[in-house]
């Protein structure tokens, strides 16, 4: 796609939440993707999921973004600030798009390459990491550590590999199916 990818971090330094989207529009990127490996207290729980910032109603959702945003320097109790936050994102029905096509590609990956595979699907949630990008935002879990299967395929990186790449089609679907968007294009 002849496009600049800036990483918040480059090993496994710890950088705040805030500090990644803080990063990405200092940077005025047109995409932030934030990935994670979920977990779960359940073993057998496995599958890949991509949210986007909103209010959401489902417990399971909402218990995710609580331990995701535990390091955040703000507390997502702190509704107003974020329903405030969360309201004034207009990218909201951009970062779902995203979302889908993320999703899309991780699933069908996964499909391929673990059988049974659960697609968990597309999801909202007020996580700290997405909230005041100023671009299109999703968040990607891309399997559950706390599963055995997928703990080992996510230790091999052949597998994180064939990730990147399915994650690459789902951003490249995304940025093709939008007629106003340009890739940045290599120096």
Do not use: C, W
């Not at 496994?12 to 990063?23: H, I, M, Q, S």
């Not at 779902?96 to 699933?107: D, S, V």
Request: aromatic share 8%; no cysteine; net charge neutral.
């Amino acid at each position: 796609m002849a496009a600049e990818v800036i990483y918040t971090r480059t090993d496994d330094t710890f950088v705040p939440l805030e500090g990644r989207t803080a990063l990405a529009n200092e940077k005025k990127a047109d995409l932030f993707l934030s990935i994670h490996a979920n977990s779960s207290s359940i073993p057998r729980i496995a599958g890949v999921e991509t949210f986007y910032l909103n209010i959401t109603g489902t417990r399971d959702a909402l218990d995710l973004a609580a331990r995701e945003n535990a390091s955040a320097q703000t507390s997502i109790f702190e509704l107003q600030d974020i329903i405030k936050r969360i309201t004034l994102h207009d990218k909201s029905a951009e970062s779902l798009e995203f979302a889908k096509r993320i999703q899309a590609a991780l699933f069908s990956f996964s499909n391929k390459n673990i059988p049974a595979s659960k697609d968990r699907g597309v999801k909202s949630a007020p996580f700290v990491v997405l909230i005041g990008a100023n671009m299109p935002s999703v968040l990607a879990e891309i399997g559950f550590l706390s599963n055995p299967r997928e703990e080992s395929l996510l230790k091999k990186s052949d597998y994180r590999d064939k990730l990147a790449e399915a994650i690459y089609k789902g951003i490249e679907r995304y940025a093709t199916g939008l007629s106003h968007f340009q890739v940045a294009a290599r120096p």
